[in-house]
């Protein structure tokens, strides 16, 4: 079963489990993550996107969108929907910086 | 800007960021898949999950379901979901696979 990835996404993908299942097994529910393992994931993994744990509000906000059914525990589903939405967000952010180097040909840069 | 990650979600969130673009690249948009490309992508980098590029139809149903707009490219932001649906499918696989080997509790598992 535990075979080594072969490629970049697959290694990508194992990261993502293993990562997830590393915090959500300390406490209660082995598979989902509390409020306390959400936040050592985020800072311990995460901490230099978010702000090196420093911005608390990052977490906060973080923790609040992610616990919208408030049942105070996010599980595999959510943490990849978040993850989904920080990549995306990075992508954008690249590219952003890569489109700033060239010509643009059209006005979407426009600002109102 | 191009530090390097300093943790596993990290490295996972720009191992999906560079896959993208190297095969985005290729021809046409080269900031979206076209068919030709997505192709590539799956055969090469998920070759293994989806059988080897031998299943053809696994392929064929990826790209339908993704080009559901019809435009004939996958964005980065489509092709995240992707990846998200496959890495919770892989996910579920693992725990149910995991949680076979205990005794249950609940009735979760009852068929009908």
Redesign the interface.
Known sequence: ?SKEP????????Q??????HKYSGKEGDK?TLSRGELKELLV??????LGNSKDNEAVEKVMNDLDANNDGEVD??EF??L??A???A??DF??E?KTEDKPKDDSAAKTD
């Open positions: 079963m072969t490629s970049n996404l697959e290694s990508a993908m990261m993502l489990i293993k990562t997830f598979y311990e993994e995460l901490g230099s996107y595999f589903t990849i929907i993850m989904g920080l990549t995306v990075c992508n690249f590219l910086f």
